[in-house]
């Protein structure tokens, strides 16, 4: 496994070929996920389409929070578990699966954070240094996102959030939209460098 490392914040992050490179603005999701633990209810982190995992290891290390990182690519699990030791966090599961598929019945968390795929299948020409695995959101940008929503659907204590990495505004509204529909509450979004987060409440 050829490793390239990062500087992500607080952390040392590794990655590889075929996985996402860490983007430095993104530190700002496990940033807003760190201020919201602080008054969550008990339980652990979640993070869905975690890539390498800088996203939710940062919040985990602020937060002083166990976490679960899921991931369909077994590369990407493999990186999440070096990481994690490689920065002495030792709370930390990486979880193998289909979104759909890899929570366990009655596994509730005190947030959620989701790095789906969000770039429209039309543009992702031009990333072409990205794996298109990791970009290609579908005809919206939406798709993965969507699935996100729908995974954590039931598995969030009530009050708590889900932080979702989007494109742009248009994005937001759609998706805070839908999931108004699902019963969740918008509650705001920060901009920056090259996408959004939203922060979607759940109850």
């Known amino acids: 496994m050829t490793l390239t490392h990062h500087t992500f914040a607080d952390l040392k992050i590794a990655h590889t ?53 899921v991931d369909a ?20 599961e990486a979880r193998l699966g289909d979104l759909a598929e890899v929570l366990v019945d009655g596994e509730v968390f005190a947030l959620a954070l989701a790095d789906p795929p969000w770039v429209r299948s039309t543009q992702v020409e031009r990333f072409p240094e990205d794996p298109l695995t990791a970009i290609d959101g579908g005809l919206d940008g939406l798709g993965p996102a ?31 939209a839908e999931a108004a529909d699902a019963g969740w509450s918008p509650g705001g979004r920060r901009h920056g460098e090259r996408g959004l987060v939203l922060r979607l409440r759940h109850g």
């Open 73 to 92: 690519d077994p590369a990407c699990c493999r990186l999440v578990a070096h990481n994690a030791e490689a920065n002495g966090l030792d709370e930390v």
């Open 17 to 69: 070929p075929g996985v996402l490179e860490p983007r430095p603005w993104t530190a700002m999701q496990s940033d807003w996920a760190a201020e919201l633990l602080h008054d969550a209810p008990p339980g652990p982190l979640l993070e869905l389409c975690t890539g390498a995992g800088q996203i939710g290891l940062l919040a985990a290390h602020r937060s002083g929070r166990p976490l679960v990182a």
């Open 146 to 176: 969507r699935a996100c929503v729908a995974a954590v659907s039931g598995h969030l204590a009530p009050g708590s959030s889900l932080l979702v990495q989007l494109g742009d505004d248009r994005q937001a509204d759609t998706l805070a």
